[in-house]
C-alpha cells in the first residue's frame, strides 16, 4: 500500500494548520476559541467567507504547504538549492520538478539539498530519477546521500542517473570522464556502505534492488537529444558552455508546459534557440567579479592582493559562468513568460546591484530563486511564487510500501552476521544476541 504524501505528512502539517486556524488557536488579533465560534456560525449564515477560511487562503496564497496536492494537469517546480557554495541558508544546486500525473525528476543534487528534500517531505522512493548537468561537486555530491539511504527509507528499486557523457577534446574522447564512468566509481565507493546496510530488505523479489544504479549517459554534443520520454513528459538536453566540453542543459515538457534549465553555462545560441518562448526560463547568474572579490576574498580596490584576486576570478567567470549583463540579454532574447536567477549568492548588498544590470537589458517578469522557492504552473493561470513552510527538524519520510511477497530477503541474515567473533566478544551482554 502506497500512503499518499498528504496523509504521511500529517503530523509535519500541523504547525501549518495551526496558522489556518489562527483564530481558534487565538492568535494575537484574531479572537480566542468563543469568538471563533461565533464568528464561524455568523459567516456560515451569511454566505460569507469565515475569518479562519480567509487566514486559511492569506496563508496558502503566500506560502506552499507540503500537504499541497497537484492537479492532473499542474507542474510544480521547487528550488531546493540555489547557491554554488553550502551556506547555512542556501545548499548548493537542485531543483524537483513534479508533474500532475505523478512523476518527479531531481536536477542536479548538489551538498546541503538533501535536507531541503527532507524538509519538503519528499520521500527517497520519488527521487530515483536524476539528471545531472555536469559533474562538478555543486551539481552532484549529495547522490552518495542518496543512493547510500534510499533503500533503508523507502526506494526498493534502482537509482537512474542521467548526465552527459565524457569530453572530446583534440580528438581525444575521455571515456572514463561521464556519466557512466561516475556511476561505476560510485558504486565502488560506497560499496562499505552498501553491504554494511543489507541485512536490510533493499530489493525486491523481482532482482530490481534499491542499491543498484542504471546510469543513462547523454551525448554532450547532441543539439538536441532525448534524456527521457513517457506518456505524459518529454526531457531533452542541450550544450551547454562551462568550464571544459561536457556540460548540458535540460528542457522538460509536460502539459504544453516547457521548462529550461540551464545548469552552469556562459550565454550560447544553444540557450537562445532552446530557451525561446519558454514558460520557465531558470538560467545561473554570476555576481560581479568586484563582488566576488570582496565578499570571497574580503579584499577591496588598492588593498595589495587586490589585483590579483580579480585577475583569477574573472578567469573563472570567464571560463564558466554567464554575467549580469549576459543573463539580461539572453532573457531579452528568449522573452520566457518567467525568468528565474539561480546558482547566485543573495546578499543584501549584492542582489540589487545585479538585478539593475540584468533590468539594463531585461524588463520581463524575473524571479531570484532562493532555498525553498516554490512555481506552481497551471493552464490559464499566472505562474504562482510562493517560499515553502517546512519544519527545521523533519524527518526523513518513507510513503511506499510494498507487499511482503514482493519484498526479497535482505542479503545478510540479520543485524550480527557482519560481526566479526572478535568484534562480538566485545559487544557488552545484554546488547548481542
Request: aromatic share 10%.
Amino acid at each position: 500500500m502506497d500512503l499518499t504524501r498528504k496523509q504521511f505528512l500529517a503530523a509535519s502539517g500541523a504547525t501549518a494548520g495551526a496558522l489556518w486556524a489562527g483564530n481558534a488557536m487565538g492568535l494575537p488579533g484574531m479572537g480566542g476559541p468563543e469568538a471563533a465560534g461565533a464568528a464561524a456560525g455568523a459567516a456560515a449564515a451569511s454566505g460569507e467567507p469565515t475569518q479562519q477560511e480567509l487566514a486559511r487562503r492569506l496563508i496558502q496564497n503566500s506560502w506552499y504547504l507540503p500537504v499541497e496536492e497537484l492537479a492532473p494537469d499542474e507542474m510544480r517546480i521547487s528550488f531546493m538549492g540555489t547557491s554554488f557554495t553550502s551556506r547555512v541558508n542556501q545548499a548548493m544546486n537542485s531543483v524537483f520538478i513534479e508533474v500532475g500525473t505523478g512523476q518527479s525528476f531531481v536536477f542536479d543534487l548538489g551538498s546541503g539539498t538533501i535536507t531541503k528534500y527532507t524538509g519538503m517531505g519528499i520521500p527517497s522512493s520519488r527521487m530515483t530519477q536524476v539528471f545531472i548537468t555536469h559533474l562538478h561537486a555543486d551539481h552532484m555530491s549529495d547522490l552518495v546521500a542518496l543512493y547510500c539511504f534510499g533503500p533503508a527509507h523507502d526506494r526498493k528499486t534502482p537509482l537512474h542517473i542521467y548526465g552527459p557523457s565524457g569530453p572530446i577534446l583534440k580528438g581525444v574522447r575521455y571515456k572514463d570522464e561521464g556519466t557512466a564512468a561516475f556511476c561505476q566509481n560510485l558504486l565502488k565507493l560506497c560499496k562499505w556502505h552498501s553491504d554494511a546496510m543489507s541485512f536490510l530488505n533493499t530489493g525486491l523479489t523481482n532482482g530490481e534492488d534499491g542499491y543498484q544504479i542504471v546510469s543513462h549517459e547523454l551525448g554532450y554534443m547532441m543539439d538536441p537529444g532525448v534524456a527521457y520520454e513517457d506518456d505524459d513528459v518529454l526531457i531533452t538536453h542541450f550544450p551547454a558552455a562551462h568550464d571544459r566540453d561536457g556540460s548540458i542543459s535540460y528542457k522538460i515538457e509536460f502539459n504544453g508546459f516547457k521548462v529550461v534549465f540551464s545548469g552552469d553555462t556562459k550565454p550560447t545560441d544553444w540557450m537562445l534557440k532552446h530557451g525561446k518562448g519558454v514558460d520557465v526560463l531558470i538560467h545561473e547568474m554570476a555576481l560581479s567579479v568586484n563582488d566576488w572579490v570582496e565578499h570571497q576574498a574580503g579584499l577591496y580596490p588598492g588593498d595589495a592582493d587586490y589585483a590579483a584576486a580579480y585577475a583569477m576570478m574573472k578567469e573563472v567567470q570567464d571560463n564558466s559562468h554567464t554575467p549580469a549583463r549576459g543573463l539580461g540579454e539572453t532573457l531579452a532574447a528568449c522573452k520566457p513568460r518567467l525568468g528565474v536567477i539561480t546558482h547566485c549568492h543573495f546578499n543584501q548588498d549584492t542582489f540589487i546591484h545585479a538585478l539593475d544590470s540584468v533590468r539594463q537589458h531585461y524588463a520581463g517578469p524575473l524571479a531570484w530563486a532562493i532555498d525553498t522557492m516554490v512555481l506552481n504552473l497551471r493552464p490559464d493561470e499566472s505562474i504562482k511564487q510562493r517560499m515553502a513552510l517546512i519544519p527545521g527538524f523533519g524527518w526523513d519520510l518513507g510513503t511506499k510500501n510494498y507487499p511482503p511477497d514482493e519484498v526479497a530477503p535482505p542479503k545478510y541474515d540479520g543485524p550480527y552476521a557482519q560481526f566479526s567473533d572478535y568484534t562480538m566478544r566485545h559487544i557488552l551482554p545484554g546488547y548481542k544476541k
